[in-house]
């Protein structure tokens, strides 16, 4: 039983940090992306320019939708070999 609270305790802490920390990342799409651009201004002492911002953003979201539809796929080939249908 203390296995089981344990492992539920984990299972709850990981939900809560995973999204944290994905958001967080270098992706112009997330926080992270809007992080990193106002460190490139800092750095540069004026901002990137419009057209590159969207460039990047666009990217971005290329970025966000294919790892969705990788994870979903994934998903789906684990679940099939878990029920023993897959190869």
């Known amino acids: 039983a203390e296995d089981g ?3 539920y305790k984990v299972t709850g802490v990981q ?7 994905a958001n967080l990342l270098p992706i112009p799409l997330l926080d992270g992306g809007h992080l990193l651009f ?20 666009r990217l971005g979201l290329g970025v966000v939708i294919f790892l969705f539809i990788y994870a979903n796929w994934n998903d789906r080939v684990v679940f099939k070999q878990w029920l023993g249908m897959g190869s």
């Open 5 to 7: 609270i344990r492992d």
């Open 15 to 21: 939900t809560c940090a995973l999204p944290i920390f």
């Open 38 to 57: 106002y460190a490139i201004e800092a750095i540069r002492g004026y901002p990137l320019a419009q057209k590159t911002q969207e460039y990047a953003f």
